[in-house]
């Protein structure tokens, strides 16, 4: 199991840029498949971009190009990188492992409005 504080949110307005952090702790980080997920209100949970342990990565079509997700093993760390941010981006975001249904964490709000 995996223990994920997710940092970096905050209030931008659109067309701004934001960069999420994410650490793990309590596991072998190296190996998993990682993720960005986010929920919206009234909305479920969706996986908008995740990074294999080797490095390859895949977004949701409503992010590419705006979205970039990255890893450094030796931190323990996850990252997205958020640019040309939309209204319809505000959402509660979170980190996880893909596909072993781990706990979640709290996640950091990110609100886009002008």
């Known amino acids: 199991q995996v223990q994920l504080v997710e940092s970096g949110g905050g209030l931008v307005q659109p067309g701004g840029s934001l960069r999420l952090s994410c650490a793990a702790s309590?596991?072998?980080?190296?190996?998993?498949?990682m993720g960005w997920y986010r929920q919206a209100p009234g909305k479920q949970r969706e996986l908008v971009a995740g990074i294999a342990s080797g490095g390859s990565t895949n977004y949701v079509d409503s992010v590419k190009g705006r979205f970039t997700i990255s890893r450094d093993n030796a931190k323990k760390m996850v990252y997205l990188q958020m640019n040309s941010l939309k209204p319809e981006d505000t959402a509660v975001y979170y980190c996880?492992?893909?596909?072993?249904?781990?706990?979640w964490g709290q996640g950091t709000q990110v609100t886009v409005s002008s």
């Open positions: 309590g596991s072998i980080f190296s190996i998993y498949a």
């Open positions: 996880n492992v893909i596909g072993l249904g781990y706990d």
